[in-house]
């Protein structure tokens, strides 16, 4: 699967300091396969998370290691999932825009982060080429394919990986699953000859997570402290994505949550988002 593609968030006045330093990643939801198998065989299980050390802030580190590797001449997907790993705030204002880097606190939005980092880099390799393989990787998220699943897990490093695998399945196969879950609502009801309409989606929604997607907005909204009325942003919609995946996985049984998963991998293939050199890595982190 080609991770989601990053998108730029309401742009936000302030300072380029951020709330706070990403002092490691707790639990979360990805799917556990002590056997080898593909994340498309994954039994999704919830379980303990595992504790992690913290992690200072660093983020001037990273930049200056970025750009001194380009300089260098190492190959820019290095250098990149070296700055990543080097990374610890979880949000920033640059230059005008605030990135949000990581959901609620476990789970990481890589190609966000990819992207800030790419544009430093152009900075300082400004080749056609370079551009060409960056809009691949923020466009269609897919790394060059040298870069082996054992290479990208080792070098973000075991923390930073488990919260990249929590962002895949918590926002990324949780939103084709939704995807999937509301094609079957509305094929049966076309079935029935019935028109088509909107509460299909809160049927899906009702069938995923026991409620219906307004009843379950005012839940997030209520926990997460946001008005009512207000839209949501971008990162909003990713935080309320994710806060859904944790509760489906702590409302079903865990065979159900693993049917449910794989179906959620199966409409992203469908969508031509196959699983790639990311995403394939048999020893997925546990919940």
């Known amino acids: ?14 300072s380029g300091n951020p709330d706070g330093a990403m002092n490691g990643y707790g ?3 990805t799917a556990e396969t002590g056997n080898g198998s593909s994340p498309t065989e994954a039994t999704a299980t919830t379980t303990a998370a595992a504790p992690v050390t913290t992690l200072a802030e660093t983020a001037p ?13 190492v190959p820019w997907p290095q250098v990149l999932l070296e700055a990543v790993a080097l990374w610890t705030m979880p949000q920033e204002v640059h230059q005008g825009r605030t990135y ?9 939005d890589w190609l966000t982060l990819a992207e800030r980092l790419c544009a430093e880099m152009a900075e300082v390799d400004p080749t056609p080429a370079f551009a060409a393989e960056r809009e691949r990787l923020l466009f269609e998220g897919a790394l060059p394919p040298e870069v082996t ?5 080792e070098r973000l490093g075991g923390n930073k990986h488990r919260a990249y695998l929590n962002y895949w399945y918590g926002v990324v196969v949780e939103e084709a699953l939704q995807q999937a879950v509301e094609d079957d609502v509305r094929k049966r009801h076309r079935a029935r000859c019935y028109p088509d309409h909107e ?3 809160e049927r899906a929604f009702t069938h995923l997570y026991g409620q219906t997607r307004a009843a379950l907005l005012k839940e997030y909204r209520q926990a997460a402290n946001l008005p009512q009325r207000v839209p949501l942003s971008l990162t909003d919609c990713k935080e309320f994505t994710y806060w859904l995946s944790k509760r489906r996985f702590n409302l079903w049984d865990p065979a159900r949550v693993a049917s449910d998963t794989r179906k959620g991998i199966r409409k992203l293939k469908q969508l031509e988002q196959i699983p790639g050199p990311l995403t394939t890595e048999p020893e997925l982190a546990g919940v």
């Open 1 to 14: 699967m080609k991770p989601a593609a990053p998108h730029s968030d309401d742009s936000e006045n302030g």
């Open 27 to 29: 639990g979360g939801v």
């Open 61 to 73: 580190e990273a930049i200056i290691h970025l750009r001194a590797a380009v300089r260098a001449g």
């Open 100 to 108: 949000h880097y990581l959901i609620q606190g476990e789970a990481l």
């Open 149 to 153: 699943p054992e290479e990208f897990k």
């Open 199 to 201: 509460d299909l989606v």
